[in-house]
T-cell receptor
Framework: KNEVEQSPQNLTAQEGEFITINCSYSVGISALHWLQQHPGGGIVSLFMLSSGKKKHGRLIATINIQEKHSSLHITASHPRDSAVYICAVRYSGAGSYQLTFGKGTKLSVIP | DGGITQSPKYLFRKEGQNVTLSCEQNLNHDAMYWYRQDPGQGLRLIYYSQIVNDFQKGDIAEGYSVSREKKESFPLTVTSAQKNPTAFYLC???????????FGSGTQLSVL
């Protein structure tokens, strides 16, 4: 079974710190999503990547296709960044845009 | 404001009862999805629909049913055959132009 592994599972940071969340997958993919789940449960899409790097505000997402690895970076972290960050991949050949999800990384940013 | 609306936010099911979770979108998206989230687990696909009047089973469809009579609506029924229904249920749609996903705020289903 194709898996998506995220690390760390939990992360506590001081406000202002640079944060990195990692995502590894097992076989070739056609797309990788980074999602943010707020404490109330709602999920927001942050990035969709198939190669390279994307940046939006303080968030940066990178993907290394050869190493089957993606990272989500948060610069100058803030307490409002506290959430669960979820990596999801579409494996190459997966029908009808079906995604495999990681278990998430719970981030807490302390003032 | 465009988006996905799920209701209710909390739902309680009695044993032997069927319950229906609502999902409505005004984003004009063809593709819609239902996911189940359990504590400490990744989201799992229950059903998906690529177009009106068509839907397909996901990884964990047993004990669930859906319909897609209108583009805007994709309700999920949790039937009495689902023996472990307590979970957080999320509805999503996908913009085919850029593959971006949009999620509702979720429904927490619990068993009385």
């Amino acid at each position: 079974k194709n898996e998506v592994e995220q690390s760390p599972q939990n992360l506590t940071a001081q406000e202002g710190e640079f944060i990195t969340i990692n995502c590894s997958y097992s076989v070739g993919i056609s797309a990788l999503h980074w999602l943010q789940q707020h404490p109330g449960g709602g999920i927001v899409s942050l990035f969709m990547l198939s190669s390279g790097k994307k940046k939006h505000g303080r968030l940066i997402a990178t993907i290394n296709i050869q190493e089957k690895h993606s990272s989500l970076h948060i610069t100058a972290s803030h307490p409002r960044d506290s959430a669960v960050y979820i990596c999801a991949v579409r494996y190459s050949g997966a029908g009808s845009y079906q995604l495999t999800f990681g278990k998430g990384t719970k981030l807490s940013v302390i003032p | 404001d465009g988006g996905i609306t799920q209701s209710p936010k909390y739902l309680f099911r009695k044993e032997g009862q069927n319950v229906t979770l609502s999902c409505e979108q005004n984003l004009n998206h063809d593709a819609m999805y239902w996911y189940r989230q359990d504590p400490g687990q990744g989201l799992r696909l229950i059903y998906y629909s690529q177009i009106v009047n068509d839907f397909q089973k996901g990884d964990i469809a047993e004990g669930y049913s859906v319909s897609r009579e209108k583009k805007e609506s994709f309700p999920l029924t949790v039937t009495s055959a689902q023996k472990n229904p307590t979970a957080f249920y999320l509805c999503a749609s996908r913009d085919r132009a850029n593959e971006k996903l949009f999620f509702g705020s979720g429904t927490q289903l619990s068993v009385l």
